[in-house]
């Protein structure tokens, strides 16, 4: 059977309620990150493209947020961690964005921390209900551009690729590795297989109303599961033989596994991620 009738069956399944997505479809949705495995070619595509949104406590850095590298001087990320980053400034902690970590006990042989000097959350972010969760962050000074330093892939259509539930994804970041170790990071980037469901599934398989602009997501394997500084983490699929951007965690579920993942649609975005390229004062 071909890659396109298995996108097409699967979603009739969820369309007329068989067995296994009418009943068990919420009792299946442990969405889990927790257990990645390292990743071994940090400059390796979609990895060079991520940098971690760190701040200093005490001695050691703490990576509460990822970002994704759109040009030499913006980074994409969520609209909480904007949020996030604003309080971080008023306690006078300072935020950087550091391209090429991989390690964040050590410097990295192509790591480069940058100043993050400016920052917007979407318009219609709401912080309550999480509706466009996505925002962008001005660095202090460009980005240099290497084998391990690399702006991000955009998401490209593929006549080949099943949207409805595809299963060509995974998510990477610094999240926490371990249940006992919930509140701290991953010292290093680890990467888990994802299912990122589309918009007719994801309506589907929730019980409640979306928020604006996001999808649900799960683990593969369902072991893994998101939790504390996870927020923002790429979500790459594969398009076209190559893995493109195609969302950021808008919400982890370690806390409360009955309620499924959530994964901003960045594809929504492109027109006012542009905007602000051009104009970073009007949009």
């Given at each position: 059977m071909?890659?396109?009738?298995?996108?097409?069956?699967?979603?009739?399944?969820?369309?007329?309620?068989?067995?296994?997505?009418?009943?068990?479809?919420?009792?299946?949705?442990?969405?889990?990150?927790?257990?990645?495995?390292?990743?071994?070619?940090?400059?390796?595509?979609?990895?060079?493209?991520?940098?971690?949104?760190?701040?200093?406590?005490?001695?050691?850095?703490?990576?509460?947020?990822?970002?994704?590298?759109?040009?030499?001087?913006?980074?994409?990320?969520?609209?909480?961690?904007?949020?996030?980053?604003?309080?971080?400034?008023?306690?006078?902690?300072?935020?950087?964005?550091?391209?090429?970590?991989?390690?964040?006990?050590?410097?990295?042989?192509?790591?480069?921390?940058?100043?993050?000097?400016n920052y917007k959350a979407h318009p219609l972010y709401n912080d309550t209900t999480l509706d466009n969760n996505i925002g962008l962050l001005q660095l202090a000074i460009p980005v240099t551009f290497g084998a391990c330093v690399q702006p991000y892939s955009k998401y490209e259509e593929d006549p080949n690729a099943c949207t409805d539930i595809d299963k060509s994804c995974f998510m990477v970041g610094w999240g926490a590795y371990t249940e006992s170790s919930a509140y701290l990071n991953s010292a290093r980037l680890r990467a888990a297989d994802m299912v990122v469901y589309g918009d007719f599934v994801s309506r589907i398989l929730t019980s409640s109303q979306l928020p604006a602009g996001t999808l649900v997501v799960e683990g593969a394997n369902i072991k893994n599961k998101a939790c504390i500084f996870d927020w923002g983490d790429l979500i790459a699929c594969k398009r076209n033989?190559?893995?493109?951007?195609?969302?950021?965690?808008?919400?982890?579920?370690?806390m409360t596994p009955d309620v499924p993942m959530l994964m901003t649609d960045v594809t929504l975005y492109d027109l006012w991620m542009t905007r602000c390229v051009q104009d970073w004062t009007s949009c």
């Open positions: 071909s890659s396109a009738a298995n996108c097409v069956l699967l979603a009739s399944l969820c369309m007329f309620g068989t067995a296994a997505f009418s009943l068990n479809a919420r009792a299946a949705l442990r969405p889990r990150i927790l257990g990645g495995l390292e990743v071994s070619n940090r400059c390796k595509a979609p990895y060079n493209s991520i940098v971690a949104l760190e701040f200093m406590s005490g001695a050691s850095p703490v990576a509460f947020c990822s970002g994704h590298i759109l040009n030499t001087r913006i980074v994409v990320t969520t609209a909480y961690c904007v949020e996030n980053l604003r309080m971080l400034g008023q306690a006078g902690l300072p935020v950087f964005a550091v391209a090429g970590e991989r390690d964040l006990m050590g410097t990295d042989s192509e790591e480069q921390k940058i100043p993050v000097a033989n190559k893995y493109v951007l195609r969302g950021l965690l808008s919400r982890y579920n370690c």
